[in-house]
Protein backbone atom coordinates (compact mmCIF):
# COMPACT_ATOMS: atom_id res chain seq x y z
CA UNK A 1 0.00 0.00 0.00
CA UNK A 2 1.21 3.74 -0.87
CA UNK A 3 0.78 6.52 1.22
CA UNK A 4 -1.71 9.21 0.65
CA UNK A 5 0.44 11.48 -0.45
CA UNK A 6 2.99 9.42 -2.25
CA UNK A 7 -0.15 8.81 -4.56
CA UNK A 8 -0.83 12.72 -5.00
CA UNK A 9 2.68 12.54 -5.62
CA UNK A 10 2.44 10.19 -8.27
CA UNK A 11 -0.21 11.30 -9.56
CA UNK A 12 1.61 14.70 -10.08
CA UNK A 13 4.20 13.11 -11.79
CA UNK A 14 1.45 11.29 -14.01
CA UNK A 15 -0.23 14.23 -15.29
CA UNK A 16 2.82 16.76 -15.70
CA UNK A 17 4.19 14.32 -17.62
CA UNK A 18 1.90 13.69 -20.01
CA UNK A 19 0.81 17.37 -20.42
CA UNK A 20 4.50 17.66 -21.09
CA UNK A 21 4.69 15.37 -23.96
CA UNK A 22 1.29 17.02 -25.30
CA UNK A 23 2.47 20.50 -25.02
CA UNK A 24 5.12 19.98 -27.22
CA UNK A 25 3.60 17.86 -30.19
CA UNK A 26 0.90 20.80 -29.99
CA UNK A 27 3.85 23.45 -29.94
CA UNK A 28 5.99 21.49 -32.76
CA UNK A 29 2.49 21.05 -35.14
CA UNK A 30 2.74 25.51 -34.33
CA UNK A 31 6.39 25.41 -35.16
CA UNK A 32 6.27 23.61 -38.03
CA UNK A 33 3.63 25.93 -39.60
CA UNK A 34 6.54 28.12 -39.44
CA UNK A 35 8.91 26.36 -41.26
CA UNK A 36 10.44 28.57 -43.84
CA UNK A 37 12.02 30.90 -40.85
CA UNK A 38 15.53 29.77 -40.06
CA UNK A 39 15.83 27.07 -37.76
CA UNK A 40 12.39 25.87 -37.73
CA UNK A 41 12.85 22.83 -39.38
CA UNK A 42 15.21 22.18 -36.68
CA UNK A 43 13.26 22.90 -34.02
CA UNK A 44 10.56 21.48 -34.79
CA UNK A 45 12.94 17.89 -34.97
CA UNK A 46 14.17 18.62 -32.00
CA UNK A 47 10.49 18.98 -30.05
CA UNK A 48 9.39 16.09 -31.65
CA UNK A 49 12.06 13.90 -30.20
CA UNK A 50 10.99 15.48 -26.68
CA UNK A 51 7.36 14.69 -27.06
CA UNK A 52 8.32 11.53 -27.63
CA UNK A 53 10.45 11.23 -24.86
CA UNK A 54 7.66 12.78 -22.41
CA UNK A 55 4.66 10.39 -24.13
CA UNK A 56 6.93 6.84 -23.58
CA UNK A 57 8.10 7.57 -19.97
CA UNK A 58 4.01 8.98 -19.23
CA UNK A 59 2.35 5.68 -20.90
CA UNK A 60 5.55 4.19 -19.40
CA UNK A 61 4.43 4.56 -15.76
CA UNK A 62 1.57 2.80 -16.21
CA UNK A 63 2.95 -0.47 -17.30
CA UNK A 64 4.72 -2.95 -14.65
CA UNK A 65 5.28 -5.93 -17.31
CA UNK A 66 9.30 -5.28 -17.90
CA UNK A 67 8.86 -6.09 -21.53
CA UNK A 68 6.26 -3.35 -22.46
CA UNK A 69 7.87 -0.98 -20.41
CA UNK A 70 11.46 -2.02 -21.72
CA UNK A 71 10.07 -1.09 -24.82
CA UNK A 72 8.76 2.10 -23.84
CA UNK A 73 11.88 2.80 -22.17
CA UNK A 74 14.03 2.65 -25.44
CA UNK A 75 11.42 4.59 -27.46
CA UNK A 76 11.48 7.25 -24.72
CA UNK A 77 15.77 6.89 -25.02
CA UNK A 78 15.39 6.95 -28.94
CA UNK A 79 13.13 10.38 -28.85
CA UNK A 80 15.64 11.90 -26.58
CA UNK A 81 18.96 10.94 -28.71
CA UNK A 82 17.16 13.05 -31.82
CA UNK A 83 16.87 15.92 -29.26
CA UNK A 84 20.65 17.55 -29.34
CA UNK A 85 21.76 17.04 -32.70
CA UNK A 86 18.21 19.05 -34.51
CA UNK A 87 18.42 22.27 -31.31
CA UNK A 88 22.02 22.62 -32.24
CA UNK A 89 21.40 23.00 -35.93
CA UNK A 90 18.44 25.33 -34.73
CA UNK A 91 20.54 27.26 -32.83
CA UNK A 92 23.28 27.58 -36.01
CA UNK A 93 20.22 28.29 -38.23
CA UNK A 94 18.36 30.80 -35.73
CA UNK A 95 21.17 32.61 -34.86
CA UNK A 96 23.09 32.86 -38.33
CA UNK A 97 26.27 31.36 -37.36
CA UNK A 98 27.47 29.87 -41.22
CA UNK A 99 31.01 29.70 -40.03
CA UNK A 100 29.77 26.72 -37.31
CA UNK A 101 27.78 24.99 -40.11
CA UNK A 102 29.53 22.94 -42.86
CA UNK A 103 28.50 20.11 -44.14
CA UNK A 104 31.05 17.95 -42.73
CA UNK A 105 30.37 18.49 -39.43
CA UNK A 106 26.62 17.81 -40.09
CA UNK A 107 27.48 14.55 -41.19
CA UNK A 108 29.68 14.18 -37.81
CA UNK A 109 27.26 15.18 -35.61
CA UNK A 110 24.19 13.08 -37.18
CA UNK A 111 26.30 9.90 -36.66
CA UNK A 112 25.19 10.74 -32.60
CA UNK A 113 21.56 10.00 -32.68
CA UNK A 114 21.84 7.27 -35.48
CA UNK A 115 24.57 5.31 -33.46
CA UNK A 116 22.62 6.29 -30.09
CA UNK A 117 19.64 5.14 -31.85
CA UNK A 118 20.91 1.74 -32.97
CA UNK A 119 22.81 1.51 -29.28
CA UNK A 120 19.00 1.87 -27.88
CA UNK A 121 17.04 -0.31 -30.38
CA UNK A 122 19.44 -3.52 -29.81
CA UNK A 123 19.79 -3.00 -25.97
CA UNK A 124 17.83 -6.10 -25.32
CA UNK A 125 20.31 -7.79 -26.58
CA UNK A 126 23.38 -6.60 -24.76
CA UNK A 127 24.59 -4.56 -22.03
CA UNK A 128 26.76 -1.66 -23.62
CA UNK A 129 23.60 0.49 -22.70
CA UNK A 130 22.51 -0.38 -19.09
CA UNK A 131 22.31 -3.57 -16.65
CA UNK A 132 20.77 -5.12 -13.56
CA UNK A 133 17.25 -3.66 -15.40
CA UNK A 134 14.09 -4.37 -13.38
CA UNK A 135 10.72 -2.54 -12.73
CA UNK A 136 9.75 -1.43 -9.19
CA UNK A 137 7.32 1.13 -8.05
CA UNK A 138 7.59 4.56 -6.83
CA UNK A 139 5.20 6.62 -5.63
CA UNK A 140 2.40 4.35 -7.39
CA UNK A 141 4.09 4.61 -10.62
CA UNK A 142 6.11 1.59 -12.53
CA UNK A 143 9.75 2.85 -13.35
CA UNK A 144 12.87 1.34 -14.40
CA UNK A 145 15.76 0.19 -12.34
CA UNK A 146 19.28 0.03 -13.92
CA UNK A 147 22.74 0.42 -13.58
CA UNK A 148 23.96 3.05 -16.77
CA UNK A 149 27.51 1.67 -18.44
CA UNK A 150 29.98 4.14 -19.33
CA UNK A 151 28.76 3.73 -23.16
CA UNK A 152 25.49 5.01 -21.16
CA UNK A 153 26.90 7.52 -20.06
CA UNK A 154 29.02 8.75 -22.62
CA UNK A 155 25.94 8.82 -24.85
CA UNK A 156 24.17 11.16 -22.26
CA UNK A 157 27.34 13.23 -21.74
CA UNK A 158 27.87 14.02 -25.47
CA UNK A 159 24.22 14.88 -26.01
CA UNK A 160 24.37 17.35 -22.80
CA UNK A 161 27.74 18.33 -24.74
CA UNK A 162 25.80 18.81 -28.01
CA UNK A 163 22.62 20.86 -26.17
CA UNK A 164 25.12 23.36 -24.46
CA UNK A 165 26.86 24.11 -27.49
CA UNK A 166 23.85 25.26 -28.76
CA UNK A 167 22.85 27.16 -25.56
CA UNK A 168 26.12 28.78 -25.93
CA UNK A 169 25.05 29.87 -29.24
CA UNK A 170 22.40 31.66 -28.12
CA UNK A 171 24.06 33.37 -25.51
CA UNK A 172 26.52 34.81 -27.91
CA UNK A 173 23.94 36.31 -30.13
CA UNK A 174 22.03 37.71 -27.08
CA UNK A 175 25.35 39.24 -26.42
CA UNK A 176 26.19 40.69 -29.76
CA UNK A 177 22.68 41.66 -30.84
CA UNK A 178 20.93 43.88 -28.04
CA UNK A 179 17.81 44.60 -30.88
CA UNK A 180 17.50 40.12 -30.50
CA UNK A 181 18.23 39.96 -26.79
CA UNK A 182 15.03 39.28 -25.16
CA UNK A 183 14.31 37.13 -27.64
CA UNK A 184 17.61 35.12 -27.54
CA UNK A 185 17.57 34.89 -23.56
CA UNK A 186 14.38 33.38 -23.54
CA UNK A 187 15.50 30.67 -25.95
CA UNK A 188 18.57 30.25 -23.69
CA UNK A 189 16.75 30.27 -20.52
CA UNK A 190 14.21 27.88 -21.95
CA UNK A 191 16.97 25.12 -22.41
CA UNK A 192 18.41 25.18 -19.08
CA UNK A 193 15.65 23.00 -17.05
CA UNK A 194 15.72 20.67 -19.38
CA UNK A 195 19.81 20.32 -19.33
CA UNK A 196 19.95 20.19 -15.81
CA UNK A 197 17.20 17.61 -15.10
CA UNK A 198 19.04 15.26 -18.14
CA UNK A 199 22.36 15.61 -16.46
CA UNK A 200 21.10 14.97 -12.70
CA UNK A 201 18.58 12.23 -12.87
CA UNK A 202 20.59 10.30 -15.78
CA UNK A 203 24.04 10.67 -13.75
CA UNK A 204 25.26 6.89 -12.03
CA UNK A 205 22.90 6.23 -8.95
CA UNK A 206 20.09 7.74 -10.32
CA UNK A 207 17.86 4.89 -10.53
CA UNK A 208 14.75 2.92 -9.37
CA UNK A 209 12.51 6.43 -9.06
CA UNK A 210 10.57 8.02 -11.27
CA UNK A 211 11.88 10.04 -14.26
CA UNK A 212 11.06 13.51 -13.66
CA UNK A 213 12.97 15.02 -16.53
CA UNK A 214 9.53 15.26 -18.49
CA UNK A 215 8.62 17.57 -16.68
CA UNK A 216 11.62 20.18 -16.85
CA UNK A 217 10.16 20.43 -20.10
CA UNK A 218 6.96 22.26 -18.96
CA UNK A 219 8.99 25.17 -17.95
CA UNK A 220 10.82 24.95 -21.17
CA UNK A 221 7.42 24.82 -22.86
CA UNK A 222 6.73 28.15 -21.42
CA UNK A 223 9.46 29.54 -22.29
CA UNK A 224 9.84 28.49 -25.85
CA UNK A 225 5.58 29.70 -26.49
CA UNK A 226 6.54 33.28 -24.65
CA UNK A 227 9.57 33.33 -27.27
CA UNK A 228 7.96 32.23 -30.32
CA UNK A 229 4.40 33.93 -29.80
CA UNK A 230 4.52 36.93 -27.23
CA UNK A 231 8.15 38.15 -28.72
CA UNK A 232 8.02 37.05 -32.14
CA UNK A 233 11.36 35.32 -32.06
CA UNK A 234 10.53 33.52 -35.67
CA UNK A 235 10.17 36.87 -37.38
CA UNK A 236 13.18 38.67 -35.87
CA UNK A 237 15.38 35.90 -35.94
CA UNK A 238 18.86 37.33 -35.98
CA UNK A 239 20.25 35.17 -39.23
CA UNK A 240 18.71 38.19 -41.37
CA UNK A 241 20.46 40.82 -39.62
CA UNK A 242 23.71 38.66 -39.20
CA UNK A 243 23.90 37.87 -43.08
CA UNK A 244 23.31 41.21 -44.31
CA UNK A 245 26.07 41.94 -41.55
CA UNK A 246 28.62 39.70 -43.97
CA UNK A 247 27.36 42.11 -46.71
CA UNK A 248 28.75 44.99 -44.95
CA UNK A 249 25.31 46.37 -44.16
CA UNK A 250 26.40 49.23 -41.63
CA UNK A 251 28.99 50.45 -44.34
CA UNK A 252 27.32 51.05 -47.12
CA UNK A 253 26.38 54.81 -48.00
CA UNK A 254 22.74 54.65 -49.10
CA UNK A 255 19.87 53.89 -47.46
CA UNK A 256 19.43 49.93 -46.69
CA UNK A 257 16.23 48.51 -44.91
CA UNK A 258 16.56 44.80 -43.87
CA UNK A 259 13.04 43.55 -43.90
CA UNK A 260 11.84 40.28 -42.12
CA UNK A 261 9.33 37.78 -44.54
CA UNK A 262 6.23 39.46 -43.24
CA UNK A 263 7.64 42.81 -44.60
CA UNK A 264 8.42 44.63 -40.91
CA UNK A 265 11.23 45.96 -40.34
CA UNK A 266 14.42 43.77 -38.77
CA UNK A 267 17.43 46.80 -38.83
CA UNK A 268 18.41 49.55 -40.95
CA UNK A 269 21.58 51.27 -41.37
CA UNK A 270 22.79 54.65 -40.76
CA UNK A 271 21.80 56.32 -44.50
CA UNK A 272 18.28 54.92 -43.64
CA UNK A 273 18.10 56.47 -40.42
CA UNK A 274 18.92 59.45 -41.74
CA UNK A 275 16.87 59.60 -44.79
CA UNK A 276 13.53 58.09 -43.06
CA UNK A 277 13.75 59.23 -40.09
CA UNK A 278 14.49 55.72 -38.45
CA UNK A 279 14.76 55.40 -34.69
CA UNK A 280 14.47 52.01 -32.47
CA UNK A 281 10.95 52.19 -32.11
CA UNK A 282 11.04 51.72 -35.92
CA UNK A 283 12.22 48.07 -35.49
CA UNK A 284 9.31 45.54 -36.00
CA UNK A 285 7.05 48.23 -37.32
CA UNK A 286 6.18 48.02 -41.04
CA UNK A 287 7.92 48.96 -43.69
CA UNK A 288 5.19 50.96 -45.53
CA UNK A 289 5.27 52.93 -42.37
CA UNK A 290 9.00 53.61 -42.30
CA UNK A 291 8.89 54.28 -45.68
CA UNK A 292 5.69 56.18 -45.99
CA UNK A 293 4.59 54.09 -48.93
CA UNK A 294 4.45 50.37 -50.24
CA UNK A 295 7.50 48.70 -51.37
CA UNK A 296 7.11 46.21 -53.48
CA UNK A 297 9.77 43.14 -52.40
CA UNK A 298 9.79 41.20 -55.55
CA UNK A 299 10.65 43.66 -57.87
CA UNK A 300 12.91 47.08 -59.11
CA UNK A 301 10.90 50.19 -59.14
CA UNK A 302 11.16 53.55 -58.32
CA UNK A 303 9.21 55.07 -55.79
CA UNK A 304 8.84 59.07 -54.39
CA UNK A 305 8.63 59.64 -50.94
CA UNK A 306 9.66 62.11 -48.25
CA UNK A 307 12.48 61.67 -46.65
CA UNK A 308 15.65 63.69 -44.90
CA UNK A 309 13.79 67.27 -44.92
CA UNK A 310 12.48 66.59 -48.34
CA UNK A 311 10.68 64.98 -51.01
CA UNK A 312 13.35 62.76 -52.99
CA UNK A 313 12.83 59.98 -55.61
CA UNK A 314 14.69 56.36 -55.09
CA UNK A 315 15.09 53.60 -57.41
CA UNK A 316 14.41 50.73 -55.15
CA UNK A 317 15.96 47.55 -55.46
CA UNK A 318 15.10 44.48 -53.34
CA UNK A 319 17.03 41.55 -52.99
CA UNK A 320 16.48 38.30 -50.78
CA UNK A 321 18.76 37.64 -48.05
CA UNK A 322 19.81 33.91 -48.08
CA UNK A 323 21.12 31.62 -45.61
CA UNK A 324 24.23 29.23 -46.25
CA UNK A 325 21.56 26.44 -47.17
CA UNK A 326 20.21 28.96 -49.63
CA UNK A 327 17.04 29.51 -47.77
CA UNK A 328 15.85 33.08 -47.91
CA UNK A 329 15.92 34.38 -44.41
CA UNK A 330 14.81 38.00 -45.17
CA UNK A 331 14.94 40.73 -47.79
CA UNK A 332 17.67 43.77 -48.01
CA UNK A 333 15.63 46.79 -49.79
CA UNK A 334 18.15 49.28 -51.40
CA UNK A 335 17.29 52.99 -52.19
CA UNK A 336 19.53 54.87 -54.24
CA UNK A 337 18.44 58.36 -54.68
CA UNK A 338 17.98 59.49 -58.15
CA UNK A 339 16.15 62.30 -57.56
CA UNK A 340 18.67 65.06 -58.98
CA UNK A 341 19.54 62.48 -61.78
CA UNK A 342 15.77 62.87 -62.20
CA UNK A 343 15.44 65.94 -61.67
CA UNK A 344 18.00 67.17 -63.91
CA UNK A 345 16.49 64.79 -67.14
CA UNK A 346 13.16 66.59 -66.37
CA UNK A 347 14.85 69.95 -66.71
CA UNK A 348 16.93 68.48 -70.51
CA UNK A 349 14.02 67.80 -71.78
CA UNK A 350 12.23 70.84 -70.70
CA UNK A 351 14.73 72.98 -72.01
CA UNK A 352 15.38 70.92 -75.18
CA UNK A 353 11.93 71.59 -76.24
CA UNK A 354 12.09 75.38 -75.42
CA UNK A 355 15.24 75.52 -77.17
CA UNK A 356 13.81 73.48 -80.56
CA UNK A 357 10.19 75.19 -80.74
CA UNK A 358 10.11 78.65 -78.86
CA UNK A 359 13.07 80.06 -79.81
CA UNK A 360 13.18 78.59 -83.24
CA UNK A 361 9.24 79.55 -83.67
CA UNK A 362 9.72 82.86 -82.55
CA UNK A 363 12.90 83.77 -84.27
CA UNK A 364 11.32 82.61 -87.69
CA UNK A 365 8.69 85.27 -86.47
CA UNK A 366 10.81 87.97 -86.12
CA UNK A 367 13.25 87.06 -89.53
CA UNK A 368 10.20 86.40 -91.32
CA UNK A 369 8.67 90.14 -90.14
CA UNK A 370 11.71 92.02 -90.70
CA UNK A 371 11.78 90.34 -94.02
CA UNK A 372 8.59 91.65 -95.16
CA UNK A 373 9.35 94.72 -93.96
CA UNK A 374 12.69 95.07 -96.11
CA UNK A 375 10.47 94.21 -99.03
CA UNK A 376 7.41 96.00 -98.21
CA UNK A 377 6.90 98.00 -102.03
CA UNK A 378 4.91 100.94 -100.32
CA UNK A 379 7.53 101.36 -97.25
CA UNK A 380 4.75 100.31 -94.60
CA UNK A 381 6.30 98.00 -92.90
CA UNK A 382 4.98 99.37 -89.22
CA UNK A 383 2.94 95.95 -88.75
CA UNK A 384 5.83 93.96 -89.67
CA UNK A 385 8.19 95.19 -87.35
CA UNK A 386 5.62 95.58 -84.53
CA UNK A 387 5.07 91.82 -84.83
CA UNK A 388 8.97 91.19 -84.85
CA UNK A 389 9.32 93.42 -81.80
CA UNK A 390 6.65 91.41 -79.78
CA UNK A 391 8.15 87.94 -80.71
CA UNK A 392 11.61 89.99 -79.90
CA UNK A 393 10.78 90.86 -76.55
CA UNK A 394 8.86 87.44 -75.73
CA UNK A 395 12.87 85.99 -76.70
CA UNK A 396 13.69 88.43 -73.76
CA UNK A 397 11.14 87.40 -71.29
CA UNK A 398 12.03 84.19 -72.04
CA UNK A 399 15.79 84.87 -71.38
CA UNK A 400 15.00 86.31 -68.18
CA UNK A 401 13.06 83.26 -67.07
CA UNK A 402 16.18 81.14 -67.53
CA UNK A 403 17.72 83.43 -65.23
CA UNK A 404 15.00 83.15 -62.66
CA UNK A 405 15.70 79.32 -62.85
CA UNK A 406 18.89 79.67 -62.92
CA UNK A 407 19.08 81.88 -59.58
CA UNK A 408 16.39 79.70 -58.12
CA UNK A 409 18.67 76.44 -58.40
CA UNK A 410 21.94 77.78 -57.32
CA UNK A 411 20.25 78.40 -54.01
CA UNK A 412 18.65 75.30 -53.39
CA UNK A 413 18.72 73.68 -50.43
CA UNK A 414 20.83 76.46 -48.90
CA UNK A 415 17.73 77.49 -46.55
CA UNK A 416 15.13 76.19 -44.67
CA UNK A 417 12.88 78.83 -42.53
CA UNK A 418 9.84 79.88 -41.33
CA UNK A 419 7.93 82.46 -43.61
CA UNK A 420 4.70 83.91 -42.47
CA UNK A 421 2.69 83.59 -45.44
CA UNK A 422 0.12 86.62 -45.08
CA UNK A 423 2.80 89.59 -45.74
CA UNK A 424 4.92 87.01 -47.80
CA UNK A 425 2.66 86.96 -50.62
CA UNK A 426 1.19 90.66 -50.99
CA UNK A 427 5.00 91.52 -51.38
CA UNK A 428 5.49 88.60 -53.41
CA UNK A 429 2.20 89.15 -55.89
CA UNK A 430 2.92 92.65 -55.80
CA UNK A 431 6.90 92.76 -56.76
CA UNK A 432 5.83 90.21 -59.44
CA UNK A 433 3.49 92.27 -61.93
CA UNK A 434 3.06 95.93 -60.13
CA UNK A 435 0.30 96.95 -62.62
CA UNK A 436 -2.03 93.94 -62.56
CA UNK A 437 -5.21 93.90 -60.33
CA UNK A 438 -4.84 91.49 -57.43
CA UNK A 439 -5.60 90.53 -53.80
CA UNK A 440 -4.76 88.47 -51.24
CA UNK A 441 -6.56 86.67 -48.57
CA UNK A 442 -4.45 85.12 -45.92
CA UNK A 443 -4.91 83.45 -42.80
CA UNK A 444 -2.19 83.57 -40.24
CA UNK A 445 -0.22 80.99 -40.99
CA UNK A 446 3.23 80.24 -42.35
CA UNK A 447 5.18 77.16 -44.17
CA UNK A 448 8.76 75.63 -44.02
CA UNK A 449 11.12 76.72 -47.22
CA UNK A 450 13.27 78.59 -48.71
CA UNK A 451 11.96 82.61 -49.41
CA UNK A 452 14.30 82.69 -52.65
CA UNK A 453 12.98 79.71 -54.25
CA UNK A 454 9.50 80.12 -53.08
CA UNK A 455 9.19 83.49 -54.05
CA UNK A 456 10.67 82.21 -57.47
CA UNK A 457 7.85 80.26 -57.64
CA UNK A 458 4.92 82.16 -56.82
CA UNK A 459 6.02 84.74 -59.18
CA UNK A 460 6.55 82.53 -62.46
CA UNK A 461 3.17 80.95 -61.08
CA UNK A 462 1.39 84.36 -61.27
CA UNK A 463 2.41 84.99 -64.91
CA UNK A 464 1.37 82.00 -65.94
CA UNK A 465 -1.94 82.21 -64.40
CA UNK A 466 -2.29 85.71 -65.56
CA UNK A 467 -1.18 84.81 -68.88
CA UNK A 468 -4.59 83.88 -70.83
CA UNK A 469 -6.70 86.51 -69.21
CA UNK A 470 -6.88 90.43 -67.94
CA UNK A 471 -9.33 89.31 -64.84
CA UNK A 472 -8.07 90.02 -61.09
CA UNK A 473 -6.21 87.74 -59.76
CA UNK A 474 -7.17 86.51 -56.33
CA UNK A 475 -4.99 84.46 -53.85
CA UNK A 476 -6.33 82.72 -51.13
CA UNK A 477 -4.59 81.40 -47.94
CA UNK A 478 -5.79 78.48 -45.97
CA UNK A 479 -4.80 75.90 -43.30
CA UNK A 480 -5.59 72.14 -43.95
CA UNK A 481 -5.96 69.42 -41.22
CA UNK A 482 -3.75 66.72 -42.17
CA UNK A 483 -3.21 66.16 -46.14
CA UNK A 484 -0.93 63.76 -48.44
CA UNK A 485 1.14 66.57 -50.35
CA UNK A 486 2.29 64.88 -53.64
CA UNK A 487 3.25 60.50 -53.50
CA UNK A 488 4.80 61.39 -50.49
CA UNK A 489 2.82 58.84 -48.82
CA UNK A 490 1.26 58.59 -45.26
CA UNK A 491 4.92 59.77 -43.94
CA UNK A 492 3.62 62.90 -46.09
CA UNK A 493 -0.42 63.04 -44.75
CA UNK A 494 0.68 62.85 -40.99
CA UNK A 495 1.39 66.70 -41.11
CA UNK A 496 -0.83 69.60 -41.40
CA UNK A 497 -0.71 71.78 -44.77
CA UNK A 498 -1.32 74.97 -45.98
CA UNK A 499 -3.43 75.47 -49.48
CA UNK A 500 -2.74 78.82 -51.43
CA UNK A 501 -5.34 79.20 -54.71
CA UNK A 502 -4.45 80.99 -57.22
CA UNK A 503 -7.75 82.11 -58.70
CA UNK A 504 -8.53 84.49 -62.03
CA UNK A 505 -11.87 82.44 -63.21
CA UNK A 506 -10.17 80.99 -66.07
CA UNK A 507 -8.64 77.46 -66.41
CA UNK A 508 -5.32 76.82 -67.83
CA UNK A 509 -5.08 75.13 -71.71
CA UNK A 510 -5.85 71.56 -70.83
CA UNK A 511 -2.09 70.77 -72.70
CA UNK A 512 -0.47 72.69 -70.12
CA UNK A 513 -1.90 71.06 -67.49
CA UNK A 514 -1.76 67.45 -68.75
CA UNK A 515 2.25 68.22 -69.25
CA UNK A 516 2.87 69.87 -65.43
CA UNK A 517 0.95 66.83 -64.09
CA UNK A 518 2.94 64.32 -66.15
CA UNK A 519 6.42 66.03 -65.38
CA UNK A 520 7.59 65.58 -68.82
CA UNK A 521 6.71 67.19 -72.27
CA UNK A 522 5.30 65.84 -75.32
CA UNK A 523 4.58 66.84 -78.78
CA UNK A 524 0.43 67.68 -78.09
CA UNK A 525 0.60 67.95 -74.51
CA UNK A 526 3.45 71.02 -73.51
CA UNK A 527 3.68 74.08 -71.15
CA UNK A 528 4.14 77.49 -72.46
CA UNK A 529 7.28 78.52 -72.13
CA UNK A 530 9.17 77.68 -68.55
CA UNK A 531 7.04 79.94 -66.43
CA UNK A 532 4.89 77.01 -65.41
CA UNK A 533 7.97 74.81 -64.72
CA UNK A 534 9.80 77.46 -62.72
CA UNK A 535 6.54 77.28 -60.71
CA UNK A 536 6.50 73.79 -60.36
CA UNK A 537 10.31 72.91 -59.12
CA UNK A 538 10.05 75.90 -56.91
CA UNK A 539 7.03 74.68 -55.44
CA UNK A 540 8.49 71.11 -55.09
CA UNK A 541 12.18 72.52 -54.07
CA UNK A 542 10.27 73.51 -51.02
CA UNK A 543 8.32 69.93 -50.43
CA UNK A 544 5.06 71.07 -51.93
CA UNK A 545 2.92 70.37 -54.26
CA UNK A 546 1.38 72.61 -57.85
CA UNK A 547 -2.26 71.15 -58.05
CA UNK A 548 -4.63 72.08 -61.01
CA UNK A 549 -8.33 71.62 -60.39
CA UNK A 550 -12.10 72.92 -60.47
CA UNK A 551 -11.70 75.07 -57.30
CA UNK A 552 -8.98 77.49 -58.57
CA UNK A 553 -6.87 78.18 -62.16
CA UNK A 554 -4.22 76.56 -60.04
CA UNK A 555 -3.25 75.31 -56.07
CA UNK A 556 -0.15 75.35 -54.15
CA UNK A 557 0.25 73.06 -51.04
CA UNK A 558 2.65 73.63 -48.85
CA UNK A 559 3.81 71.73 -45.47
CA UNK A 560 2.79 74.00 -42.52
CA UNK A 561 5.19 75.24 -40.32
CA UNK A 562 5.22 73.97 -36.41
CA UNK A 563 5.67 70.30 -37.89
CA UNK A 564 8.58 68.42 -37.52
CA UNK A 565 11.13 69.72 -40.08
CA UNK A 566 11.82 65.98 -41.45
CA UNK A 567 8.52 65.78 -42.79
CA UNK A 568 8.63 69.29 -44.15
CA UNK A 569 10.79 70.69 -47.06
CA UNK A 570 13.74 69.93 -49.46
Not at 154 to 176: K, N, P, R
Not at 207 to 235: C, H, I, K, M
Not at 252 to 270: G, H, K, M, Q
Not at 395 to 424: K, P, T, Y
Request: proline share 4%.
Amino acid sequence: MIGAWESVIGDVVLVGTLVAAVGLATFGGVVWRRHDVPGAKWLTASIAGQAVFCGAIGVGFLFGDLGTRLALDITAWVGLSWVPVPYLGFTVAYSGRRDLSSHTAGRLLLAYPIASTAIMVTAPFHELLWADVAVVRQFGLFTVRHQLTGVGIALIGTGLLIVLIGVVVLAETAIQYERYRTEAATLVASSLPATVATGSLFAPGATGLPNLVPLSYLPQLFAFWYAVVRTDAFEYAPAARRAAADGSLDRLSFPVVLVALDRTVIDFNEAAAEAFGADADSIRSPLTELVGRAVPLDEETTIRVRAADRRRRFAVRPAPVTNRSGTTVAHSVAFQDVTLQRRREQRLDVLNRVLRHNIRNDLNVVVGNVRLARESPSGDSAASLEAAERRGQALIELAEEARRVEGMLDVLGDRHERIELRSFLAEAVETAQPSAASSVESESVAVWGDEVVLRTAVGSLEKTVRRETDNELSVRVTARPAEAIGDGGTRGARRGTVAVEFDTGESLPEHEVEALRAGTETALNHATGLAPWTARWGVEAVGGELRFDREATATLLLPRAGCPKSDAAE
